[in-house]
């Protein structure tokens, strides 16, 4: 029988953590036989730790990490692979803003034989800002880096046990991890959603966070750079 392990990140999601928590476990846990549930608190200022100790106390099958300040997504998804103990793993976003039946749609395919399932975007319900922003982060990855990118990108995805293997071998500390899974080559495949605006809180993904991301993807994962 296999194992899934389903990790979320967790920063500052005092708003959405205890509904992100029973929608999965509505919609997927009471679907799948064998799973743990890792919470990885990123430097949370509110009340997050709180609400993640609660759903521990009343779920044996959910796990916490709690890092020492906010390290970043990067991070806390290498801190929630690193403890994972299933034969495959998916990461959650704790914000509501996709739905939790993709992680049956991709660990359906891991079971046919994917070993990295991507759920990608055919569409996003945000505004113009962050639309713009996004397509120009993935159009100069596919072009300075990795042309595997798909257009409109991946947030979300699934990862068997040997390209968790290989990630935990990387160790990079200032990378983007999806482009990680995408160099990695493993065979992959792919399902579909459109990305829903965020109905409840406030993102926390800042401009300065997303100018970083771009600089640390293009210097990770591009000769363009140096060449410059």
Known sequence: MSKLSIIIPVYCNEDTLMCCYQDVKERVLSKIEEYELILVDDGSVDHSWDIMSHIAEEDTKVKL????????????????????????????????????????????????????????????????????????????????????????????????????????????????????????GFRTDFVYYVRKAREVGTSKWTLAKKVKLVVDSLVSFSFAPIRF
């Open 65 to 184: 990490i709690r890092l020492s300040r906010n390290f970043g997504s990067h991070a806390a998804c290498l801190a929630g692979l690193s403890l994972a103990e299933g034969d495959c793993a998916t990461i959650k976003a704790a914000d509501l803003q996709e739905e939790s039946e993709l992680i049956l749609e991709m660990y359906a395919s891991w079971k046919r034989g994917n070993q990295v399932v991507l759920a990608v975007r055919s569409d996003r319900e945000e505004g113009v800002f962050q639309k713009w922003f996004a397509n120009m982060y993935y159009w100069l990855v596919r072009k300075l880096a990795l042309k595997n990118m798909p257009p409109k990108g991946f947030d979300c995805y699934l990862i068997d046990r040997k390209v968790i293997e290989v990630l935990k071998l990387l160790d990079e500390r200032n990378s983007a991890i999806t482009l990680q899974i995408l160099l990695a």
